[in-house]
């Protein structure tokens, strides 16, 4: 063992996991993954600090190398990160996977929110969002598949019907309003 080895190797054990780098976050989490000794209730947490850690970076920083580190992550590390995530780390998360697969969004589809949350539709509506805007039609194919398959939760018809009138109402609103878009597309 080489001195640097041992070095990384106490600071990783003396540190807090807040104190670490996004890199050696994501690292610490892809060591309990493959470990499997965590739950996905004990993962949660740990995934929740370095997803709020980095919307607040990217707030104050721009871009802190989060969707490279991601980018490398394979696709079974991303499946088990979606199946600990709580349903309010979604859309950060799904912003940082950007590619899903049908099985993918199925998986954050059936998450429900807390029987205590007072906007739970709100809620429901990011999330629809998150998966609506990886693209290439995939929160219809999911929505599709679940309920020809009939693994729809009890909250997720009412709530994509729902959803589906919102879009239908931004593309009205677009089609009124073109430089409305225009100069929402310019402010991102």
Known sequence: MTIMSFIKKVMSEALPFVAHSPESQ????????????????????????????????NEMDGDDGLYKIFAGLGREIKVLMIRCAEIYDIPDLLALICKLSVEDAILVLQKAPPPYEKKGLLLLDRVFQAVNECGDHLLERAARKMIADNTTPVHFVSA????????IDEKILAQLYPQAVEGQKKGR
Do not use: N
Request: glycine share 4%.
């Open 160 to 167: 994509y019907k729902r959803f589906q009138e919102i879009l």
């Open 26 to 57: 994501v690292e610490w989490l892809v060591l309990q993954f493959r470990r499997g000794v965590l739950t996905d209730a004990e993962m949660a947490p740990y995934l929740h600090l370095l997803l709020s850690g980095h919307a607040s970076r």
